[in-house]
């Protein structure tokens, strides 16, 4: 069994900043990549960042240059630093993890997981 338990997020005025954590536990050989999602009242959840096991990066052109994703692969755990937060940036955002393999004996594609979900609101 393998969860991601989320932290962080919460409630930041213009321009401010929060730093979002998700770590996955259960029994996990390994994780290919890991990433944040988000998703908006009316709207499609949409990729936000995205990190794999080899230090690989890709973000939204719409936080680019204002959150950083992390990734601690000996904890499993991901991180999102977002800086400079915008109204627009309001959403519930979803840790993910792909490609997690229980096993070295694992083959395929491996398994995918989301997070419970953190709500962060950017309002004065």
């Known amino acids: 069994q393998v969860q991601l338990v989320e932290s962080g997020g919460g409630l930041v005025q213009p321009g401010g900043s929060l730093r979002l954590s998700c770590a996955a536990s259960g029994s996990i050989f390994s994780i290919y990549a890991m990433g944040w999602y988000r998703q908006a009242p009316g709207k499609q959840r949409e990729l936000v960042a995205r990190i794999t096991n080899s230090g690989s990066t890709n973000y939204a052109d719409s936080v680019k240059g204002r959150f950083t994703i992390s990734r601690d692969n000996a904890k499993n755990t991901v991180y999102l630093q977002m800086n400079s937060l915008k109204p627009e940036d309001t959403a519930v955002y979803y840790c993910?993890?792909?490609?997690?393999?229980?096993?070295?004996?694992?083959?395929?594609?491996?398994?995918?997981?989301w997070g419970q979900g953190r709500q962060v609101t950017v309002s004065s």
């Open positions: 993910s993890a792909d490609g997690l393999y229980y096993t070295s004996d694992d083959e395929g594609l491996g398994n995918d997981y």
